[in-house]
């Protein structure tokens, strides 16, 4: 994926900082520079690990501001959200190894709309608490707050995951439009204008993603887009 290390022409006045007990600097000595190496990438190299689809995830509240009542207009007039922001860690299987990955920032809100109901949809947040085994007969918020936090980094949810990137180049140069909103996903939802995560002729999903408008290589994350009942 990079170059770095064919690049990294260590010098005999330089430390080799790959070998720890070599890394000992003397008071004036501040490390090597590698100045032919390739230019750093904005938004982060860290690329998914976590194949898409559906995973085991550890639950645990976000550090700060784990709930919120979010505040949005809709085509039904402004609405209040009340909303948990978590965490999940996932178990996966890398170079033969066993890794964990943990996938922050994930939203789930409890807003359920009178269509919602018709059709018998729950919201992300009702999603949430049936996959983590959770049942309350009066789910309110301060309810809903003791339960999550008793659940907070013990209990295992089922759910699936999905890549995404966004560019944010393309925001600030005002290249969005009805075609293209700036997300780039695993399961790209084509009418908001979303775009396909591309793959590779083995056809696996390419690790590295670039934006289809301005070609800038993009950070990508996963998310854990939809949750699931646990297996009985
Ligand atoms: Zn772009």
Redesign the pocket.
Known sequence: MTTLDDNTQQTSSTTALDNPKLNTLADDDIGSIDWDAPESRSGGTYTPQVCPGIHNFLFALEDEKPFETREYDTKDGHVKDFTVNHKGTVSYVADGEQKEAVIRFNQAGFRRTPKMVEKRMNSRGGDLLRSLGIHLDNPSKANVEQALREADGKVMGRGVVNWQAY?K??KEAN?FDATWNGIVSTNANTKRGEARWPKGADGKYLTDVQ?P??G?TLAGRERITDYKLPQV
């Open positions: 560019c180049a393309c290249r934006c408008k301005c800038a």
